[in-house]
């Protein structure tokens, strides 16, 4: 299952674990991600998505932002 958010593009990111005496090893920052089902404010249509919770709350707040994005898994939804 890959890590990326449907909407925003969220990807994990890369990063150090830094201990106490200063060692640093890699390590991965991964998106807070969730399944949903939202309904598509143009078409009415249920999409089951993967979204990252921040997308979620913009999602909430401003829908006509992710409205491109939308357009497209909605789209896809139907083939």
Known sequence: MSKVCDLSGKR???GHNISHS???TMRR???NL???TIID???G???KIKISVR???TLLKNPAK???QLKKLAQMAQK
């Open 12 to 14: 994990p990111q890369t």
């Open 45 to 47: 249509k249920k999409l």
């Open 55 to 57: 997308a979620q709350r």
């Open 29 to 31: 920052y991964l998106p």
């Open 22 to 24: 200063n060692r640093k």
């Open 41 to 43: 404010p143009l078409s």
């Open 34 to 36: 969730t399944k949903r």
């Open 66 to 68: 992710f409205a491109v």
